[in-house]
């Protein structure tokens, strides 16, 4: 494994998106940060910026409202990313799954590459999962051909504005 | 003037100020009783980032971050070649100044919340250093930087008052808290990312670098008040640099108000009173 790929394998950095979730799974996962587990010895930081992220933890079932704002979060983020859906409303909407205004899981928006079930996961599952997020993200940079550089001046206007409601 | 150890001085530069970034992210971990990222995280992280897409709003943007480096080069390679202090505290202005504008070439607001954050900031650290150089001409008799090495007391023996005002701004500089105000030296969250929002892929590894040749810059002028032995200056310079990460551990962020009156009472008062001392 060259440096490049040694080097990316240990960086990665972390967006956590709570896509209305009852705040369970995101305790979880912000505690994964504390000292008690400790996600940041792996490289990775929660980066409060989409363009800087390679990882996106969403928690949460996806509503119509929460669908564009994810949507828009993961469109910005760069290549090559990885997201995780954490808990089981973020996997498949678990007991809200009847609900009128619940559209499913995190891939009614975002194409999802692991996905970790709990009510809420422990915070050694999310670690877990956020680990399983990085061998997917080995295999993708393997696959990229070179860093693209693309400018927002020709970006949609349903883009550039995040006009959530 | 040796070019090859000026030479080896810029291009170690980036290198030991990344190693030191570890070092401080590994002791804060120690100091808050969790493991910590290996020491090289840094440099893992700037080739991730030169390795991932890149998007930029404008040119504009990525011409400010080129004059950020440059600027911080030029700073650099004053202080290395002993040039007017003077000069230098420009050059590093010019810098930030790059850094501001290229927060304010997009049209994120969270990144001119972060470019007028960090315009106050050199607001507030700046007036020590010039008075720095008052110091070294009244020591050394000439704003040459190369003095430092030939007057017979360390410039701390007789500036005590001004080598703590310029502890005070040392926070600043090194974007530690209680004074992290525009963008954090570790990931603290901003709004949003503060000046750096709209950076990302290799411009953001370009930032990164950038933060490393300033922490070496920043380290040098703590390292010129005891230049004499030259080791006495770099052991000044490190037990400068642990005391900020005992600071950065032991507060947190203050208000960018708190900030402005501290450094401007403090370290202006300070470094004044040191002044006048010889003055008058």
Known sequence: MSLVHLAQARSPWVLHYDASSCNGCDIETVACLTPLYDIERFGAVQIGNPKH?????????????????????????????????????????????QSYNVLGGADQAVPVDVYISGCPPRPEAIIDAIIMGVEKLKKKWKEEEEPVERSNQGSTPERSTANVG | ??????????????????????????VT?????RKGPPIVQPFYDVIKLLAKDTTYTNRRQVFYLYSYLLWMLVALILLLTLQDFLVFVFALTFSEVSLVLAGFATKSPYSHVGSNREMLQILASEPVLVFMAFALYLATGSFLTGGVFLIDEPLLFSYPLLFLAVLLILTILMRKSPFDISSSS???????RGVSTEFSGKYLALFEITHWVELIIVLTIVFLFWANPWWAGVLLALGAYFVELLIDNTYARLKLSSMVRTTWAWGFGLSLVNILYFVL
């Open chain 2, 186 to 192: 570790h990931a603290h969250q901003e709004v949003v």
């Open chain 1, 53 to 97: 992220a390679d990882i996106l933890l969403v928690t949460g079932n996806v509503n119509h409202k929460s669908k564009r704002v994810l949507r828009n979060i993961y469109e910005q983020m760069t290549e090559p990313k990885v997201v995780v859906a954490i808990g089981i409303c973020a996997t498949s909407s678990g007991v809200f799954h």
């Open chain 2, 29 to 33: 971990a120690r100091l808050q009783g």
């Open chain 2, 1 to 26: 003037m040796n070019w090859v150890l000026v030479g080896i001085g810029v291009l170690g530069a980036p290198f030991l100020g990344g190693l030191l970034f570890g070092i401080d992210r590994k």
